[in-house]
């Protein structure tokens, strides 16, 4: 079974300035895809990026960036120019390329300080 | 286009009561899915189902049954509810592909 594990329970940030989440993950696969999801306060579950692990080119989307190191089954999420709107959980995901489940970490709060 | 949507968003039940969540995605999805979110913790599976007539249990099935009788809907019921059942229930759908799951608002559910 895969595990994923996020160990920083709750990160803070300044406005503007830039916080690196991180994931390590456990599997015997070789082909899958890891995610990051945010939850807002509202609740609602928002897909930040996504990374196919056949791809050697880390996901960017807009301000959102990934450092994929397969070998170290690692999976960090950078936040670059942090604005109030990204006061959320976030929470990475892993799913095998054939399966049918996401196995989510425990997340990590993430505070933007004005 | 409303996406996936749950009906209720909100339920107190007293412990030994029954209820079914609803879940409708309107984007023709093969996949859904049942979460259920407890406080400081992610998303822990409950069942799931890959098509009309499918069901399949996920990482923490017990005390909950699902049906999918048709295309757009997927039922959660809890037949006797339980104070560990208190949490927050989340469905999800997607495409065949390896693509993201679109999540619905949520349902939070109190079992006193």
């Known amino acids: 079974a895969q595990t994923v594990t996020q160990s920083q329970p709750e990160m803070s940030v300044q406005e503007a300035e830039t916080v690196t989440l991180s994931c390590t993950y456990d599997?015997?696969?070789?082909?899958?895809?890891l995610f990051w999801y945010k939850q807002p306060p509202s609740r609602q579950m928002i897909l930040v990026i996504r990374?196919?692990?056949?791809?050697?080119q880390n996901a960017t989307e807009n301000r959102f960036s990934v450092n994929f190191q397969k070998a170290a089954k690692s999976f960090s999420l950078k936040i670059s120019d942090s604005q109030l709107g990204d006061t959320a959980m976030y929470f990475c995901?892993?799913?095998?390329?054939?399966?049918?489940?996401?196995?989510f970490g425990g997340g990590t709060r993430v505070l933007v300080k004005p | 286009n409303a996406g996936v949507t749950q009906t209720p968003k909100f339920r107190v039940l007293k412990t030994g009561q029954s209820m079914t969540l609803l879940c409708a995605q309107d984007?023709?999805?093969?996949?859904m899915y049942w979460y259920r979110q407890d406080p400081g913790m992610g998303l822990r599976l409950i069942h799931y189902?890959?098509?009309?007539?499918?069901?399949a249990k996920g990482e923490v099935p017990d005390g909950y049954n699902v049906s999918r009788l048709k295309k757009q809907n997927f039922l959660l019921g809890l037949e006797s509810a339980a104070p560990s059942q208190t949490s927050v229930y989340f469905c999800a759908s997607r495409t065949s592909g390896p693509y993201e799951q679109y999540f619905g608002p949520g349902t939070r559910l109190t079992v006193t």
């Open positions: 995901a892993f799913m095998k390329a054939a399966g049918n489940k996401l196995t």
């Open positions: 189902s890959v098509g009309e007539g499918t069901t």
């Open positions: 984007m023709n999805h093969e996949y």
């Open positions: 599997t015997s696969e070789n082909n899958y895809y």
């Open positions: 990374q196919e692990a056949y791809k050697q």
